[in-house]
């Protein structure tokens, strides 16, 4: 991990005792792949059983990318010398010399991994030998009634920003007007905030089941976000149109997106949806997207230095409120751990 000078420094690159998608499955097949999340550099690959493992990406002998060697199974082998790591991160063998002292070291950090309605999730702890908690993800996800789909993209943007923009019902109205689905509603309205057992809700006054209306953050073992568009009957079968998201810090410049896009369908009326979504929904739903990319990645310079918020602003507010002092909890214990290594 960084060694962070500020809580602040810390925020830009993610809140960590937290569960975070990191890759769609389809991503990694029988190669290990290498990734950068919260500004950690990372490897992962799966085992000859399907299983997926995840570590530091650098052998501990000379610091090479394990990124770039062989998948062994339950074993990465560094492409340089040939250093085995196992997915425990304790080198396994180092087969250019006998009876090595690397061997048997655990040498590199490992991280808890799960699959999960299409994606790969990583658990990022305060404490490297802190056990994950439990992820629970909300009930478009967990469910059998519930259809999804996964996409995800990457946007040259801190991720505040992404979680801000998706906390901030007004700009549908706005940027996306012209949009096959959030092209109704007032264009002036009053916002209110109101809490859940797993977060809070921030929505219209007066105003549902129109447009982009409300908008859930939750966090349970994973920080996600939450909202729904009402879908004319013309989009194929189901009810409000849902959408799940996360938004995972590459680095404090980009950020990963994940977005579940789902409706609530069964029987022949699956197939109808995920049809009718394949061939014409995914890329209106995009185009969305797009519109909400452009945005973000051509903010002024130091956007946040300058704003002026004001009541439609609130959720976003409290938001920011929230994981600044998530942080400074969390830097202080890394403080605490730092001294207490080098005492």
């Known amino acids: 991990m960084k060694d962070f000078t500020s809580a602040d420094e810390y925020l830009e690159y ?17 190669n290990p792949v290498g990734i950068t999340r919260l500004g950690e550099n990372i490897v992962v690959w799966r085992d000859s059983q399907g299983k997926v493992h995840a570590l530091e990406d650098r052998c501990p002998h000379r610091g090479a990318r394990l990124s770039l060697g062989w998948n062994l199974g339950d074993r990465v082998a560094c492409w340089y010398h040939g250093v085995e790591v196992g997915g425990d991160g304790v080198v396994a063998d180092v087969p250019a010399v006998e009876s090595c002292p690397l061997e ?13 309605n299409g994606a790969i999730f990583l658990w990022f702890g305060v404490n490297a030998d802190q056990e994950p908690t439990p992820l629970q993800l909300p009930e478009q996800l967990s469910s059998d009634e519930w259809s999804s789909f996964l996409c995800r993209a990457d946007w040259g943007v801190n991720y505040m920003y992404a979680v801000d923009n998706v906390m901030d ?40 089941r129109i447009n982009f209306d409300w908008v859930e953050y939750g966090q349970t073992g994973g ?59 995914e890329k209106l739903h ?53 001294t207490v290594a080098e005492a």
């Open 169 to 208: 019902p007004m700009h549908g109205t706005y940027l996306h007007s012209q949009s096959h689905s959030m092209y109704q509603g007032d264009r002036v309205a009053n916002m209110s905030l109101r809490p859940t057992e797993e977060g809070f809700v921030f929505e219209k006054e007066g105003q549902a």
């Open 104 to 116: 048997g070291m655990k040498c590199v950090k490992s991280y808890h991994a799960q699959e999960l």
């Open 14 to 30: 993610g809140l960590r005792d937290l569960w975070y998608p990191v890759l769609a499955s389809w991503e990694v097949a029988s």
């Open 223 to 281: 920080a996600w976000l939450r909202l729904s568009i009402p879908y004319q009957q013309q989009f194929g079968p189901g009810g409000d149109f849902f959408i799940i998201g996360f938004a995972t810090p590459i680095d404090k410049d980009n950020t990963r997106v994940f977005f579940w896009r789902c409706r609530k369908v069964s029987g022949w009326q699956r197939h109808v949806w995920r049809f009718m979504y394949r061939t014409h929904l």
């Open 286 to 338: 995009w185009d969305v997207l797009e519109q909400d990319r452009i945005i973000l990645e051509n903010m002024a310079p130091n956007a946040k230095e300058h704003e002026f918020l004001y009541q439609h602003d609130v959720g976003l507010a409290r938001l920011r409120r929230q994981f600044k002092k998530a942080a400074q909890t969390q830097f202080k214990t890394l403080q605490e751990q730092k």
